[in-house]
């Protein structure tokens, strides 16, 4: 039997270019790239947690931000049901809070980055993303 999450991730863009972030030493997928996010705590709507994931991970406050879809990944062990966002503004500057990479990248141009393997159809999709509507 699985154990199963909730979780958010945001897809922070500066102009045409998003944000990626790779999973610091330490955790399962280690070095691997993501949407930055975690763990939807008890209680709390995923729009809260998009917040406060984005200001634990990375030190910014979104500020104008649009859910855009869900999708669950079956892990070893794990489901993972995510709630993606898409981020349109911000306040601050991205900071490392848990030590790992971040990388600005153009859709379709992420080089030879490894994803993890719930983010893949994701970053392919970002390939045919028309903008933010109502932003």
Do not use: C, N
Not at 12 to 34: I, N, Q, S, T, Y
Not at 100 to 111: D, F, I, K, R, Y
Request: glycine residues 10%.
């Amino acid at each position: 039997m699985s154990r199963e999450i909730r979780v958010v991730a945001g897809i922070v863009w500066k102009g045409a270019e998003f944000l990626a972030v790779d999973r610091p030493e330490g955790k399962a997928f280690a070095r691997m790239w993501e949407f930055p996010g975690g763990k939807i705590a008890s209680g709390e709507s995923p729009e809260d947690a998009l917040v406060r994931e984005l200001h634990e991970e990375l030190r910014i406050t979104a500020t104008a931000f649009g859910y855009w879809r869900e999708k669950s990944h079956q892990y070893d062990g794990l489901l993972v049901h995510l709630t993606f966002f898409h981020v349109h503004a911000f306040q601050g500057v991205p900071f490392p809070a848990e030590g790992q990479s971040l990388a600005w990248l153009a859709p379709g141009q992420t080089g030879p980055r490894a994803f993890l393997p719930a983010d893949v159809e994701i970053v392919e999709a970002l390939k045919t993303y028309a903008g933010p509507k109502g932003f």
